[in-house]
């Protein structure tokens, strides 16, 4: 009843969609020290599903509604209280949590509560992202539960079934196949997993590592270096998303995940080419806190990256170019639907030639900081809509801006 992951899920981070891609039907792990971000992961996602992801996008995939559910496992309850005021506008969005004063039977079994609800909307025929925050925490409670019914502990005193109860529960996880019909849902999972010290090599971690298709590792050090999201690229890896990503965005993001690990890690001097050429992709995948990115404006920056075009050397750049981006809505959708079928040379020889306005606009457009912010969240939120909605009433839309 499983088939291939032949649909790529849109997480509004641009880290993520252009190096590491994530399909519908993968379960992608999520590791890091204690606030290192791993919760904004899915969080970007729910909110990019909200804005983009069942409507449409750029390579045709991404059109099924797509469900999230939160499983938060013996959370703080502030934490908890900051992530319902974050997404209590989304009418998508299941939350089943427990604080951290439950038991541990019920911290067992929450986990179990959600896959069987992500299942019941898989066999519905929809798309579902379902979040494991944390199974570190969920492993244990199912050690206090072990300990009390006098199963032989082994590693670290975990019970030794520990690597069977989370590869069971994972392995419900999956895409139907197409031959269903209607019926062919998904459920895309994102397990959470919190090192110490930046251990990946702890007993949950490397079981949970083992059973997944890929893992994100957030970086203590890259966050501490206020860069964010603080995904260290050469120890995360996708292993499935890539078969499922869009042709455009593979042919413009080929090799840029290896240069960008060669740079992070090479010790660089100032006012050189790589140290430059790191300060614009540091820019390029940096995020505000719970902003999404279009996979549209991720391919420009990425191509006037390639063609050094434009060196981003602080985010105002990108920010203007994203208004300039918005304001001229109409052409670039115009070039984005020529390379959705023919993206090598007209793509290419459309881009280089609107480049060079685009560049000098960047040079002459100033304005004051107040009034740029206020705009810019305007702007931005309506650029949003005016291309996943209604795209049709583009003109209208810009000249009410």
């Known amino acids: 009843m499983r088939s291939k992951v032949n649909e790529s899920l849109i997480t509004g981070v641009r880290l993520i969609d252009s190096l590491l891609p994530v399909g519908r039907g993968q379960r992608q792990l999520i590791l890091g020290d204690r606030s290192t971000g791993k919760t904004s992961i899915f969080l970007y996602t729910v ?28 959370l703080n309850l502030s934490k908890l209280s900051k992530f319902i005021s974050s ?19 019920l911290n067992f079994l929450i986990p179990l509560i959600g896959i069987s609800i992500a299942e019941r909307l898989r066999d519905r025929g929809y798309d579902s992202i379902i979040c494991f925050d944390d199974l570190s925490k969920h492993s244990k409670s199912y050690r ?5 019914l006098g199963k032989i502990p082994s590693r670290d005193a975990f019970p030794a079934d520990i ?21 062919s849902g998904s459920i895309t999972a994102f ?51 890539s078969s499922a990503q869009c042709k455009l965005m593979k042919v413009v993001s080929a090799g840029l995940k290896n240069e960008l690990t060669n740079l992070r890690l ?53 920010y203007k170019l994203l208004l300039l981006y918005s304001f001229d809505y109409l052409y670039l959708s115009y070039i984005l639907f020529i390379s959705k079928h023919l993206y090598t040379h007209y793509l290419y020889s459309f881009i280089i030639s609107y480049s060079s306005s685009l560049s000098s606009s960047l040079s002459s457009f100033s304005f004051s900081s107040f009034s740029y912010f206020s ?7 309506l650029s949003l809509n005016s291309f996943i909605v209604i795209p049709l009433c583009a003109p209208c839309l810009m000249g009410s801006i």
């Open 144 to 148: 206090q539960i072990s300990l009390i």
């Open 87 to 105: 997404v209590i506008f989304n009418y998508y969005l299941l939350i089943i949590a427990s604080h951290s004063s439950s038991s541990a039977l």
């Open 47 to 74: 909110l990019s599903s909200y804005y983009f992801n069942y409507i449409s996008s750029i390579d045709g995939f991404g059109i099924k509604r797509l469900f999230s559910i939160y499983i938060g496992i013996s």
């Open 375 to 381: 705009s810019l969240t305007i702007i931005y939120h």
């Open 163 to 183: 690597f069977n109860i989370h590869s069971s529960l994972l392995e419900r996880c999956g895409k139907l196949s197409l031959y269903l019909g209607s019926l």
């Open 191 to 241: 397990p959470v997993i919190e090192t110490i010290n930046s251990d990946i090599t702890d007993y949950i971690a490397t079981n949970i590592i083992s059973i997944t298709d890929g893992q994100f590792y957030m970086s203590k050090l890259l966050f501490i270096n206020s860069i964010r999201p603080a995904i260290d690229s050469g120890l995360s890896v996708s292993r499935i998303g």
């Open 266 to 318: 090479s010790d660089l001097s100032i006012n050189t080419f790589e140290y430059f050429n790191l300060l614009s992709l540091n820019n390029i995948f940096y995020h505000n806190h719970l902003s999404i990115s279009s996979l549209s404006f991720t391919i420009l920056l990425l191509l006037f990256y390639r063609n050094s075009l434009i060196i981003f050397t602080n985010l105002s750049l990108i």
